[in-house]
């Protein structure tokens, strides 16, 4: 009888035993999702307690190289084909924001394959990378494989071969995107590189 006592004391301590999540410990995962009793901060991209969560924001006043929802505010960024990456930063506080960014390659890139490699954190809306002509028509196609060393949780790759000097890398976020519509926002990291012609 004693046995069985002690049985159902261990049996009971183990029951109610689980592990502690301590808050910030996992980054959120897509839709948003977060270990039971804790919800993802937009602000942190992470798992917290909810009373620590904070609203997402762009940093800076503006954000990134805003005004750029224009190709004639658009930032311009020089690019050799010599395989040196290129890179910048932005951030789409909402789904009606677009980010556009002119990358002038040397004339003697004109013809070169270009890469254009877009990290951005998996939890919230996938942003929507393109790369065009500043008329917006379609480059061709080219073989893109995305940067394995980044770091980030999420990548997308676009490559094209550059028929012109200037090319049009734009960013955006679809308004449907991921969580019920509640996350349409994101913050990105892009890199470029061009391989000679």
């Not at 991209?45 to 940093?59: Q, R, S, T």
């Not at 190709?71 to 395989?83: E, I, K, M, Q």
């Amino acid at each position: 009888m004693r046995a069985a006592l002690m049985l159902v004391a261990v049996g009971g301590a183990l029951a109610g035993c689980r592990p502690e999540i301590y808050s910030g410990a996992y980054e959120c995962g897509p839709e948003m999702l977060c270990p039971p009793e804790q919800v993802c901060s937009p602000a942190t991209e992470a798992c917290v307690a909810p009373d620590l969560v904070e609203p997402f924001a762009c940093a800076g006043t503006p954000p990134g190289y805003e005004p750029d929802d224009a190709v004639a505010d658009a930032p311009t960024f020089s690019l050799g084909c010599d395989l040196v990456v290129r890179g910048w930063g932005g951030c789409l506080p909402t789904a009606d924001d677009v980010d556009l960014a002119v990358v002038e390659l040397a004339p003697a890139c004109v013809g070169a394959t270009v890469e254009v490699d877009a990290h951005f954190a998996l939890a919230f809306a996938e942003p929507v990378l393109s790369v065009t002509t500043l008329d917006g028509e379609p480059l061709a196609p080219a073989p893109c494989a995305p940067d394995p060393a980044s770091g980030s949780v999420a990548s997308s790759c676009v490559g094209v071969v550059a028929s012109a000097a200037q090319i049009l890398v734009a960013m955006s976020v679809p308004r449907d995107g991921t969580c019920d519509g509640a996350c349409a926002f994101n913050r990105y990291d892009i890199n470029v590189a061009a391989t000679p012609p």
